[in-house]
C-alpha cells in the first residue's frame, strides 16, 4: 500500500510541474514583433555622398525605434562595398554602381535613391555654365586657364585649380565615368577625402572648380549648368541633366539579415523613406 501511495505522490508531482511549465511557456510567447523590439545596433559605413541621406533615414526612422540605435561612419564608397562583403557593416553605402567583381565578393546592392553630380565653383566666379567636353577638358588637363574657355569664361582669368575627390570615390568614379575620362585625372589636381572638404577648398578659393552631390549644395558655392542644363532635381528626373548616378545600400549575400536591419531597409523602400529622399534627391519607389 505505501509502495502504490509513493508511485501516486510522484505521479501527481510530476503533473504538476509539467503543467507549471506549460502554463509558463504560455505565458511568455515569443514572437517576432518581440524579436523586432529587441534591442540592437546597427553597423553602417561608406559614401560620404549617401551619409546625408542617411542621416535623414536614421534621425525620423528612431522617433519611433528607440530599440534601434546606428553607429555611421562616412568614409567612401570603396569602403562600404569591401566592409559590406567583410561583414564590418551589416549596410554599406556606395554612391556609384557596383563592379562585377565586387559583386563576385558575395554582396547584393539595393537602389535607395537616384543623385545628381553638380559641378561647383566659388560664388564670386563669373563662369555660369559649360559642355561636358568642356569640363572634361578641365579634368584632363586639355583647359588649363579660364580664359581658354572663351566665352563661355564669362571674363574670367587666370589658372583653374582643379578640385577632385579621392581614388576610391563613389562620387569620382561616377563622375570621371560618366564624363568618359577615368583615369585621366589632371596631375597637380588638389584630392579632397569626402563632399565637406570639397566644398570647403571652392568655397575660399575663386580659381577652384569642384563637384558634389545635388544633394549637399548650399548657398556657399555655386552650381554650373552644364549642356545649358540647371543642376536641379527636377532636371535630373526629366533626364535633361545628364551628371547623374545610384544611390546604393550593400549588404552581404547568403546570411540571414537580422529582423531589426530588414525592417529598416523595408522602410526606406516605403512610403516614409522615400519621402525623405524626394526632398533633395529622387526617390525610386
Known amino acids: 500500500?505505501?509502495?502504490?501511495?509513493?508511485?501516486?505522490?510522484?505521479?501527481?508531482?510530476?503533473?504538476?510541474?509539467?503543467?507549471?511549465?506549460?502554463?509558463?511557456?504560455?505565458?511568455?510567447?515569443?514572437?517576432?514583433?518581440?524579436?523586432?523590439?529587441?534591442?540592437?545596433?546597427?553597423?553602417?559605413?561608406?559614401?560620404?555622398?549617401?551619409?546625408?541621406?542617411?542621416?535623414?533615414?536614421?534621425?525620423?526612422?528612431?522617433?519611433?525605434?528607440?530599440?534601434?540605435?546606428?553607429?555611421?561612419?562616412?568614409?567612401?564608397?570603396?569602403?562600404?562595398?569591401?566592409?559590406?562583403?567583410?561583414?564590418?557593416?551589416?549596410?554599406?553605402?556606395?554612391?556609384?554602381?557596383?563592379?562585377?567583381?565586387?559583386?563576385?565578393?558575395?554582396?547584393?546592392?539595393?537602389?535607395?535613391?537616384?543623385?545628381?553630380?553638380?559641378?561647383?565653383?566659388?560664388?564670386?566666379?563669373?563662369?555660369?555654365?559649360?559642355?561636358?567636353?568642356?569640363?572634361?577638358?578641365?579634368?584632363?588637363?586639355?583647359?588649363?586657364?579660364?580664359?581658354?574657355?572663351?566665352?563661355?569664361?564669362?571674363?574670367?582669368?587666370?589658372?583653374?585649380?582643379?578640385?577632385?575627390?579621392?581614388?576610391?570615390s563613389g562620387t569620382r568614379g561616377a563622375f570621371e565615368e560618366i564624363l568618359k575620362f577615368q583615369d585621366q585625372l589632371v596631375r597637380g589636381a588638389i584630392e579632397f577625402d569626402g563632399t565637406g572638404a570639397i566644398k570647403a577648398e571652392v568655397s575660399r578659393n575663386v580659381d577652384a572648380v569642384g563637384y558634389i552631390s545635388l544633394g549637399s549644395l548650399d548657398s556657399g558655392i555655386k552650381a554650373l549648368n552644364v549642356d545649358g542644363v540647371a543642376a536641379t532635381t527636377e532636371n535630373v528626373v526629366a533626364g535633361t541633366y545628364l551628371i547623374a548616378r545610384p544611390f546604393i545600400l550593400v549588404t552581404k549575400k547568403n546570411i540571414t539579415i537580422r529582423p531589426q536591419t530588414q525592417a529598416f531597409l523595408d522602410w526606406i523602400m516605403g512610403n516614409e523613406g522615400q519621402s525623405i529622399v524626394a526632398s533633395s534627391w529622387i526617390r525610386v519607389n
Open 1 to 168: 500500500m505505501k509502495r502504490l501511495f509513493g508511485i501516486f505522490s510522484a505521479m501527481v508531482f510530476v503533473f504538476f510541474v509539467f503543467t507549471g511549465c506549460e502554463k509558463k511557456s504560455e505565458s511568455q510567447p515569443v514572437s517576432e514583433m518581440t524579436v523586432q523590439e529587441q534591442p540592437v545596433t546597427i553597423t553602417v559605413g561608406g559614401s560620404t555622398s549617401v551619409n546625408p541621406l542617411m542621416e535623414m533615414f536614421i534621425a525620423e526612422y528612431s522617433k519611433n525605434n528607440s530599440n534601434v540605435t546606428f553607429t555611421v561612419s562616412a568614409t567612401g564608397s570603396g569602403d562600404g562595398i569591401k566592409g559590406a562583403a567583410e561583414n564590418t557593416y551589416e549596410i554599406g553605402m556606395s554612391s556609384r554602381e557596383l563592379s562585377p567583381a565586387e559583386i563576385g565578393t558575395g554582396i547584393d546592392g539595393l537602389i535607395i535613391a537616384i543623385d545628381g553630380i553638380a559641378v561647383i565653383i566659388n560664388n564670386a566666379n563669373p563662369v555660369n555654365s559649360l559642355s561636358t567636353d568642356q569640363i572634361k577638358d578641365i579634368y584632363t588637363g586639355a583647359v588649363t586657364r579660364w580664359e581658354e574657355l572663351g566665352a563661355s569664361a564669362n571674363g574670367k582669368t587666370g589658372s583653374i585649380a582643379v578640385v577632385s575627390r579621392e581614388p576610391g
